[in-house]
């Protein structure tokens, strides 16, 4: 029986967005990418013994420009593991070759960190000054449809909006306002769903996709269901173990499966407990 629920691995710790709510431009060490050798080792090591349900390409970095990352994605299938992977989606539009790619890898999961659903917002992500709002949305759309429209793909996307909400069980992160109140967040994620859904054969009516997002609460983790391979997700604004101020906040709810249930493997091959340990 698998002891982790999850083990995140770092396949590269280089990432082409500069997030105002990601420690990514203060983290301290070096830039790189993981040696296959090393991939190739973790990945016999798991498939000998099994450690974990999910392996999740996640950690720092952005996987998708990992120069491996398909050879990579290849070696987690040709071993029979389950993987996740996590994108800023932003070669999508980039390197559109990767949306024909990904969509015939046929990854079970991956999640597409949107978050900044709208021109303004999108200042927050410090894109590289050759994608803009537009492009990095309609490389999303883009995406999301050809997966949509290919019924031999078995992946399930997972979109993800940031809800910058007030939340007093949360330790606040630096003052940032993205997505904030029920109002906002049900419009963008109506918004949202028409445009990734608009075209789709075997999509559901606007109603009842009005129906499952007028249940949205704000400041919580949500899930949203839209299509049997469509998520919509709302993930309340994190300040990352309170980073800024290196404060530590006892917890008086809820506790962290790090250690516990997961852990993950930096791209040097070193283990950390917690998914959020950047450094």
């Known amino acids: 029986m698998p002891i982790l629920e999850r083990l995140h691995i770092e396949v590269t710790n280089v990432c082409n967005f500069k997030c105002e709510f990601c420690p990514d431009a203060i983290m301290g060490r070096p830039r790189g990418h993981m040696s296959l050798a090393l991939l190739e080792k973790i990945l016999d090591e798991l498939a000998a013994q099994p450690l974990t349900d999910i392996i999740a390409f996640h ?8 120069p491996y990352i398909f050879r990579a994605i290849q070696m987690v299938s040709d071993r029979q593991l389950r993987l996740h992977l996590t994108t800023n989606g932003s070669t999508f539009h980039l390197q559109p070759d990767h949306i024909a790619r990904l969509v015939a890898a046929g990854v079970p999961k991956v999640t597409i960190s949107l978050q900044t659903p709208d021109p303004y917002s999108f200042e927050l992500r410090g894109a590289p000054p050759r994608l803009g709002s537009n492009g990095y949305f309609e490389g999303i759309t883009h995406y999301v449809q050809a997966n949509l429209r290919s019924p031999q793909d078995p992946t399930r996307i997972h979109i993800k909006f940031l809800d910058t ?45 009005k129906a499952q997002i007028r249940r949205y609460k704000a400041g919580r983790w949500q899930q949203i269901k839209l299509h049997p391979k469509l998520v919509l997700e709302t993930f309340p604004l994190d300040s990352w173990g309170n980073v800024e101020s290196a404060q530590v906040v006892p917890a008086r709810f809820g506790y962290c499966n790090g250690a516990a249930q997961q852990a993950g493997i930096l791209y040097d091959g070193t283990v950390v407990p917690c998914c959020k340990d950047y450094e």
Not at 59 to 66: A, F, N, V
């Open 165 to 209: 909400t007030p939340n007093p069980f949360l330790v606040p992160h630096k003052p940032m306002q993205v997505i904030e109140g029920k109002t906002q967040m049900v419009e963008e994620l109506t918004r949202w769903a028409q445009r990734l859904l608009q075209g789709i054969p075997d999509s559901p009516d606007l109603e009842s996709i």
């Open 59 to 66: 950690l720092m970095g952005e996987p998708l420009i990992y």
